[in-house]
């Protein structure tokens, strides 16, 4: 039997010498020789394929993969070949069990980023993945096996929090060290947030500032342009270089020219 599967399973590196000296008769899935056809031709096609790729089949989804996606089972490869799905990924079960019984179904998935807790290394890791599980018929129209082509996508998700961070981390110090005001208002009329200037320019403590309402630091004579900024922004407009006064704890007012976004 060895020759057939030589003959039929050519090249695949490391995961194809793998199902080459597989000692098949003690595995759910038999001799290579008696496989379907689908099966034979999906091994064929996983084995020589860059993409990470797996195939969950029969009642057991018993896996079978390449070696693109052996990197990501960690110490699981390679005992996890030829075994079934869930008795290597337990972990997963709740997550991507009901995935699987939809596409034994017959419905083909795709999902972007799927978030998954693995323990592939000993201990928890959040990872994410992108993936396509597409269903395998049977000659008889049910669906015997489950196809997946996927990429780990948690270096990239990692990466893009990391420079979120970084991103978050700069703008609170320039907003915590800018000179020019900066905030956020609700619109019944009070502060929500505001950057240390506002305190330091108009010499009142922040707790007075974000507890009464703004009209009450604004020049009477600029209430009206107050309220016709408000209307804009209420109507989804954003207003650039406006002219406020704003009023000192001793009443001094001061002139600030305004941007506001909804």
């Given at each position: 039997m060895r020759s057939v599967?030589?003959?039929?399973?050519?090249?695949?590196?490391?995961a194809g010498d793998l199902l080459r000296a597989q000692d098949w008769h003690q595995t759910l899935l038999g001799e290579p020789a008696e496989w379907p056809q689908p099966l034979t031709t999906l091994v064929r096609v996983m084995l020589n394929s860059g993409q990470p790729m797996f195939i969950a089949w029969g009642p057991q989804r018993v896996l079978l993969y390449n070696d693109a996606?052996?990197?990501m089972l960690g110490a699981r490869h390679p005992r996890a070949f030829a075994r079934p799905f869930f008795e290597t990924w337990p972990e997963v079960r709740d997550s991507v069990g009901g995935l699987m019984d939809r596409v034994f179904a017959g419905e083909p998935i795709h999902m972007d980023d799927l978030t998954l807790t693995l323990y592939r290394n000993g201990y928890p890791e959040e990872t994410h993945f992108s993936f396509s599980y597409t269903p395998v018929p049977d000659d008889?129209?049910?669906i015997i096996g489950l196809f997946c082509a996927c990429t780990e996508t948690t270096g990239r998700v990692t990466s893009e929090r990391q420079q979120a961070a970084d991103a978050k981390r700069e703008r609170d110090r320039l907003?915590?060290?800018?000179?020019?005001l900066f905030g956020v208002a609700s619109f019944d009329g009070y502060l929500k947030s505001i950057n240390p200037a506002w305190s330091r320019q108009l010499e009142r403590p922040a707790e007075d500032l974000l507890a009464k309402p703004f009209s009450e630091f604004i020049h009477p004579d600029d209430l009206a342009v107050t309220a016709d900024v408000v209307?804009?922004?209420?109507?989804?407009?954003?207003?650039?270089?406006?002219?406020v006064r704003l009023l000192k704890a001793d009443g001094t007012p001061i002139s600030f020219?305004?941007?506001a976004v909804p």
């Open positions: 599967q030589s003959a039929a399973f050519l090249g695949g590196g490391n996606y052996s990197t008889l129209g049910g907003f915590e060290m800018s000179r020019d209307a804009t922004l209420q109507a989804g407009q954003a207003v650039h270089q406006f002219h020219a305004w941007s």
